[in-house]
């Protein structure tokens, strides 16, 4: 069953397992080492600021079927990925695999959606996240030597592309681990704590991983800046923005828009636009020279008060209860005379002194140098940022864009619940063998009604159907007709679990066995690559 493009009513239903709004879920937590489940997808879009994928999609060339079935649920700042598609320009896919047991199923999502985004021209990058593997869940180094060569190995047989991409170990790449060390200048253990309720008892190593963690993400950017997709799980949300944080900290320059030489917050700027569009107007493209007490008696006392004929305006400031719009008026009294007009600021965050200097000479038309920042009235934000990344480049700097980030939801364990790796009947291992994976679907807990006779009466219950589930995630594969075709089937009555479950059960079969002969294919592959699988390490 495709998903259209308008967000979800109350009353939607989705088409792999899940209601669009569960009714009394409890509050979200967020815990990228825990066993966090989310019952109810809308609080991630109120709470923690994801946006739904459903308003992008027509912005995306040729979704894949997960995006098309709402599987793919939401994301964070995925235009530019999707725009990198369109134009053919430079773009990135990065995801990480913590080794703690077999490759299963709910893995198979993210190993799909690094191979879409890599045959769609992305530069692609899967790693093993062994360092995080042994701090944070105490594995032995063999034991992460053998599942991540069954990561690797699946991952290749799946179609991924190493000679188009490039796969590494954390513990073996040097780069990475550079790059992690200048991240940490600018992460602080409060800031740990706050996000991961780190505390006294949490090992160094672990903190460590957190920041290593954060050098994956921006590792596909070291050879340039480009955008760079992420695909998760919602419970690694608290790495993405912390990511994202430290990718804007890391630059050389902030780029804003401005109306004078004093500094505002992104509020006061709010205001200082809505300002100047009611001053232009009111100037009415004369040679009046709009100053920034204008903008103060605009702001203090409304339209009415603006004088742009006195020598020397004056304005008398009354007590305003809104603090932003108080601040405002004070800075734009203080700045008097000054010209007030838009222009685009270069705010120096940790550039060298070289760095600066090339930025003024690269700046070209009108401007202005101040101690600690450029204002240019000819480039707006979006050419000013691309000059700043590329000054910062220029002279030795990393100019990260953000990392985007998109989200899946978690597949249904097949006993209900959450899938677990430790609960060997709730998934279905990559590494199974066909006939075992034959049998648990066919073991699998069913969203059917208590007799088939109520089954045809009232119709399945498919957005509780584990079984379902397997088919809008995996076994419908790229085929939208069959997905469809089993959900209206099963919530109108003609379906039976029996023989839905014999025929899921039969192309899960089907799925293992090819899956497992492609493996065996990509052994030799794998041999080829420079990827260490035999470590020393104690």
Partial sequence: MTRDTDAPAADDVLPDGGDA???????????????????????????????????????????????????????????????????????????GFMPTGDPHIGHKLVFDEIIWHQERGGDAYGLIADLEAHSARGLT??????????????????????????????????????????????????????????????????????????????YPQLDEPKPTVIPV??????????????????????????????????????????????LDELADGDDTTVRCVHAAQYLAHGEAAVDFEADRPTVDVPELEESARASVVAKLQSAGMEPFRPRTRFFDRQATDEAFEGLVDAVEGEKRVYEGHVDSFDLDVAEAEELARQVEVDHGGYGFIPPSSIYHRFMTGLTGGKMSSSVPASHISLLDDPADGYDKVKAATTGGRETAEKQRELGGEADDCPVYELYAYLLANDDDDLATEVYEECVGGERLCGGCKEQAAE?????????????EEAKELLAELDIDLDTDRA
């Fill in 21 to 95: 709004v569960a009714e009394g879920a409890d509050d979200v937590a967020l815990d990228p080492w825990g066993s966090s489940t989310v019952a109810d997808y809308r609080k991630l879009f109120e709470e923690f600021g994801i946006e739904e994928f459903d308003q992008l999609l027509p912005e995306v060339p040729k979704p894949h079927y997960l995006m098309r079935r709402g599987v793919i649920f939401g994301h964070r700042d995925y235009r530019p990925v999707a725009a990198a598609m369109r134009n053919d320009d430079p773009f990135a896919v990065l995801s």
């Fill in 507 to 519: 192309l899960m079969r089907e799925f293992l066995a090819d899956h497992q002969e492609k493996r």
């Fill in 233 to 278: 799980g919602p419970d690694q949300d608290p790495h993405m923005r912390l990511a994202r944080d430290l990718a804007i900290r890391m630059r050389y320059f902030k780029v804003t828009e401005a109306y004078a030489s004093f500094e505002a917050d992104e509020g006061e700027r709010a205001l200082l636009r809505e300002t100047w569009d009611a």
């Fill in 141 to 218: 180094w063999d034991e992460i030597d053998e599942h991540s060569r069954d990561y690797l190995l699946s991952l290749l047989a799946l179609g991924f592309d190493p000679d188009e991409g490039e796969l590494y170990r954390q513990s073996d790449n040097r780069e990475l681990q550079d790059l992690a060390f200048e991240l940490g200048s600018e992460a602080n253990y409060s800031e740990l704590q706050a996000i991961y309720g780190f505390d006294g008892e949490t090992d160094v190593s672990h903190m460590q991983s957190v920041v290593t963690q954060m050098a994956d993400i921006l």
